[in-house]
Nanobody
Framework: QLVESGGGSVQAGGSLSLSCAASGNLGYTWIMGWFRQAPGKEREGIASTDNDGSSTYALSVKGRFTISHVSTNNTLYLQMNNLTPEDTAMYYC????????????????????????WGQGTQVTVS
């Protein structure tokens, strides 16, 4: 089970931090990621990390967002800085127990079908 928190409203140029508390054990190899979906748009994979500690970012957020995972509490984080109105969306946490981190790093694309488990989402609004 994945439970997101930390969404809210912020002014352009501001920052927000999202959390995703994960229950259960994905195993030794895993991937976790953040997706977002704006009204009328497709869901977009924006950041992912894996058991090797590597991270991949979509160009739309690279340099502004940072993904991290803390193993002691099995929580995924997304630090979002310099937010713009274009970042307004529902943000989702996702996870999978397969060894797909290398594929994501090689292709540089974070695809929905890589992830089996999904949270309910948290809204981020930037004005």
């Amino acid at each position: 089970q994945l439970v997101e928190s930390g969404g809210g409203s912020v002014q352009a140029g501001g920052s927000l931090s999202l959390s995703c508390a994960a229950s259960g054990n994905l195993g030794y190899t895993w991937i976790m990621g953040w997706f977002r979906q704006a009204p009328g748009k497709e869901r977009e994979g924006i950041a992912s990390t894996d058991n090797d500690g590597s991270s991949t970012y979509a160009l739309s957020v690279k340099g502004r967002f940072t993904i991290s995972h803390v193993s002691t509490n099995n929580t995924l984080y997304l630090q979002m800085n310099n937010l713009t109105p274009e970042d307004t969306a529902m943000y989702y946490c996702a996870a999978d127990g397969r060894e797909l981190g290398g594929l994501i790093r090689t292709l540089g694309v974070i695809k929905e079908h890589y992830f089996e488990f999904w949270g309910q989402g948290t809204q981020v609004t930037v004005s």
